[in-house]
């Protein structure tokens, strides 16, 4: 699944050709993603203005001057791709300026989503509701993470990965960065140090500006707008890495926590 530093490499993407430009045509070409497209689209998109572009966790955010905003998860397999050749089997709903500039939300599994809603009511959008703090924020950080896992006593790894927490992080980046920091994926997150959680929260912020600066990691399919890979999957420390070297010579190792793959060293990670 695209994680928030793929989000943010799309949403750039996005943002050279949409920004500042009026919507010529908002098309669905099926009436559901992972869920049914809200049946006004079209109506509220063509014609509009795009004012500016975001991101909230995993998610794009596209906002008009009708005062509106379009909601977009890319799910398991989407991406948005720009000024296509073709139309594409998979490509289910596409945004094309006056000036001739097109962007088609291209998802093989439709596990993505499209939603619209009034700006001024974005912060009550469902999945947006006790959502944490962004990672890269100034919102997020030692204090703040410490008081949120406060008496909590499952694994720090799994705490990371609570919206509630903090919002957007994935998998990969969450291993990367307790990594980074040394602190074991299993350790109940309330006993996690304050100085372990000032290296973690530097850490955090690291690994993710790290991965947007080299367009996130190619996972599966996924590809910026433009059509380029990711290239911070060369970067792994030990995302992906079972059996291999750690920095520090001992094997990285992989464990199942929940369905998900974790990879850590039990040398350095305490």
């Known amino acids: 699944m695209p994680e928030l530093p793929e989000?943010?490499?799309?949403?750039?993407?996005?943002?050279?050709?949409l920004d500042g430009e009026v919507i010529a045509r908002a098309e669905a070409f099926r009436a559901d993603l992972r869920w049914p497209m809200p049946v006004d689209l079209r109506q509220r998109l063509t014609g509009a203005r795009v004012t500016g572009l975001g991101r909230r966790a995993k998610y794009g955010l596209i906002y008009t001057d009708r005062d509106d905003v379009l909601i977009f998860h890319l799910g398991m397999s989407g991406r948005w791709r720009v000024d296509p050749p073709e139309m594409e089997k998979h490509d289910h709903f596409v945004l094309e300026t006056q000036n001739g500039r097109l962007a088609a939300l291209n998802d093989p599994r439709r596990f993505g989503s499209l939603d619209i809603m009034p700006s001024e009511h974005i912060g009550?959008?469902?999945?947006?509701?006790?959502?944490?703090?962004?990672?890269?924020?100034?919102?997020?950080?030692?204090?703040?993470?410490?008081?949120?896992?406060?008496?909590?006593?499952?694994?720090?790894?799994?705490?990371?990965?609570?919206?509630?927490?903090?919002?957007?992080?994935?998998?990969i980046y969450v291993c990367e960065a307790l990594h980074m920091a040394g602190i074991s994926p299993t350790m109940a997150a309330a006993k996690v140090s304050r100085p372990r959680l000032e290296r973690l929260v530097t850490a955090i912020k690291e690994v993710l500006t790290a991965a947007?600066?080299?367009?996130g990691s190619t996972l599966r399919d996924f590809a910026a707008p433009d059509g380029e890979l990711g290239y911070f999957a060369k970067d792994w420390r030990v995302y992906g890495?079972?059996?291999?070297?750690?920095?520090?010579?001992?094997?990285?190792?992989?464990?199942?926590?929940?369905?998900?793959?974790?990879?850590?060293?039990?040398k350095c990670q305490r």
């Open 212 to 215: 947007i600066a080299v367009g």
């Open 241 to 266: 890495r079972e059996g291999q070297a750690c920095l520090c010579g001992a094997p990285v190792k992989r464990r199942i926590d929940s369905g998900r793959s974790t990879f850590y060293c039990a």
């Open 124 to 171: 009550g959008y469902k999945a947006f509701v006790g959502m944490g703090p962004e990672p890269l924020s100034s919102d997020f950080d030692a204090s703040v993470l410490q008081t949120a896992l406060n008496g909590r006593a499952a694994p720090i790894k799994a705490m990371l990965l609570n919206q509630n927490i903090v919002a957007g992080l994935g998998n």
């Open 7 to 17: 989000v943010e490499t799309t949403v750039a993407g996005l943002r050279k050709i």
